[in-house]
């Protein structure tokens, strides 16, 4: 089974600052899914980028960017120039690359808290 | 296009009683699912299913159990509810092999 691990339960950044979550994960497979999901308070959970695991190139979405290494089985976020909107609960998850029999499911880690400060 | 819709958002139940928690999707979506989230956790997938009629069980089954009642909805049951299924409960759903997951927002259930 895949595990996900996310060892800071909070960071704090400066709004207009650069902060980096950090994500390792523990696999056999050689193909899967890698993503981070945003959860405001409103408790809604929103896809913030995700990345294949056969891509070299990581995957960059606006002021939100991905450092893969796949030999590390590592995937970090950066988050350029924070915004006070920015200010969640931020999951990395991981994603089979086969489907069906659950493999399509989502293996979550436990999250971290993002605090904004103006 | 309302998206992922779950009711109700709100549940508290005693020890013993049972319910039914409700998800639809108006994406024409193949795959659904039901996930929950403890404090402190993140989702944890309970039931799936790749398309009507079939369903899956997930890392934590135990306590559920799920119908997909067609294309759009997919129901997960709880028959006889304890404290340690207190929690919030997702509902999502995807293209089948889909990427992309769209999930609901959420109902937070309390077993006292």
């Known amino acids: 089974a895949q595990t996900v691990t996310q060892s800071q339960p909070e960071m704090s950044v400066q709004e207009a600052e650069t902060v980096t979550l950090s994500c390792t994960y523990d696999?056999?497979?050689?193909?899967?899914?890698l993503f981070w999901y945003k959860q405001p308070p409103s408790r809604q959970m929103i896809l913030v980028i995700r990345?294949?695991?056969?891509?070299?190139q990581n995957a960059t979405e606006n002021r939100f960017s991905v450092n893969f290494q796949k030999a590390a089985k590592s995937f970090s976020l950066k988050i350029s120039d924070s915004q006070l909107g920015d200010a969640a609960m931020y999951f990395c998850?991981?994603?089979?690359?086969?489907?069906?029999?659950?493999?399509?499911?989502?293996?979550f880690g436990k999250g971290t808290h993002l605090i904004i400060q103006p | 296009n309302a998206g992922v819709t779950q009711t109700p958002k709100f549940q508290v139940l005693k020890t013993g009683q049972s319910m039914t928690l409700q998800c639809a999707q108006d994406?024409?979506?193949?795959?659904m699912y039901w996930y929950r989230q403890d404090p402190g956790m993140g989702l944890r997938l309970i039931y799936y299913?790749?398309?009507?009629?079939?369903?899956d069980k997930g890392e934590v089954p135990n306590g559920y159990n799920v119908s997909r009642l067609n294309k759009r909805e997919f129901s997960l049951r709880l028959e006889s509810a304890a404290p340690s299924q207190t929690s919030v409960y997702f509902c999502?759903?995807?293209?089948?092999?889909?990427?992309?997951?769209?999930f609901g927002p959420g109902t937070r259930l309390t077993v006292l």
């Open positions: 999502a759903s995807s293209e089948r092999g889909g990427l992309e997951q769209f």
């Open positions: 696999t056999s497979e050689s193909d899967y899914y």
């Open positions: 990345q294949e695991a056969y891509k070299q």
């Open positions: 998850a991981y994603r089979s690359f086969y489907s069906g029999g659950g493999a399509d499911g989502l293996t």
């Open positions: 994406m024409n979506h193949n795959s």
């Open positions: 299913s790749a398309s009507e009629g079939t369903t």
